[in-house]
């Protein structure tokens, strides 16, 4: 009888229309207009840019989400369409949208004002845990836990190895029940802000190993710093690429999705780094943290 192989990542959380503003000299202050030099609208959300880069890297993946029925969310839902992920679980509805997050990046600094709209949860949730290719859940944001906190209990249930990436959430950062809210989680992917907040540790390593007491593989995202990783196998580093920054939006969910595909791959802690660190990279020469698709011919 033939089997299917269980490979396939499931990426949940919630999407957003960025709208992303570069060619800046500086972030907008009050009572002062900026004028950008150039704009890029484009599909966004950690859900989705790391499920992009999942694909862009040949891993099959679907992503987990609700989408609107509005102008700005049409829009998305023809770039996602072309992304190469798969959206047989995304389901669409009114009050999904508008989500619009916007972004003025300056350099490595980024300013961002975003809507949420409507609930988190889709009513494909079901039909995602019960696909039989799915093999890893990812989880794009504390926030989407917060809302869905039967996630990662579900996940283990059917199966499934589960991924975390905090991403910053003011009101939800500081909340001192986010690790027990987090268990069960084998691989949690924050960047240094974060885990400064979570933690209260500013240094990398210090920080890294306090969130390694919670979680058996702990992925730190340092931008031009690097990244660390702590594990079984002790704690190791590697440094960033040096590359032309066009935008850094998306960079940490790119590395979420380098990172996991060679973790799934039963690949070494510096190996998974380097994978990560090379998603990264890709992501900030360009405007939008997907990968770049160009139109056939």
């Not at 196998?233 to 935008?247: E, I, T």
């Amino acid at each position: 009888m033939m089997t299917t192989e269980k490979t396939a990542v499931i990426s949940v959380g919630r999407i957003y229309c960025d709208l992303i503003f570069t060619g800046l000299d500086e972030l907008p202050v009050l009572g002062r207009e900026l004028f950008a030099r150039d704009m890029e609208i484009a599909a966004g959300g950690g859900a989705f840019i790391a499920a992009a880069h999942f694909a862009h890297i040949g891993r099959s993946v679907a992503l987990l989400a609700r989408l609107g029925t509005d102008t700005f969310s049409r829009d998305i839902g023809e770039k996602m369409a072309q992304s190469g992920v798969d959206l047989q679980f995304l389901e669409h509805a009114t009050d999904a949208g508008p989500q619009v997050t916007v972004a003025t990046v300056v350099g490595q600094d980024r300013a961002f004002l975003t809507r949420r709209a409507g609930a988190a949860r889709p009513s494909t949730l079901d039909a995602a845990f019960a696909w039989d290719k799915a093999r890893h859940l990812h989880i794009a944001e504390f926030a989407t836990l917060h809302e869905m906190p039967d996630l990662v209990s579900r996940a283990k249930a059917s199966g499934l190895s589960v991924s975390l990436d905090p991403s910053w959430d003011a009101a939800l950062i500081y909340d001192k029940g986010l690790l027990k809210a987090c268990a069960g989680v084998d691989v949690f992917l924050p960047n240094l802000e974060e885990a400064e907040a979570i933690t209260g540790h500013s240094e990398p390593e210090a920080a890294i190993r306090a969130l390694a007491e919670a979680f058996p593989i702990v992925a730190l995202k340092g931008g031009a710093e690097g990244a660390w990783v702590s594990s079984a196998a002790g704690l190791h580093h590697s440094a960033a690429q040096k590359v032309p920054v066009v935008d850094t939006t998306g960079a940490g969910d790119a590395f979420n999705a380098g990172f996991l595909d060679a973790w799934l791959q039963a690949q070494d802690d510096q190996h998974c780094l380097e994978a990560g660190i090379t998603a990264g990279s890709l992501a900030v020469q360009a405007a939008g943290g997907a990968p770049q698709v160009t139109a056939a011919a």
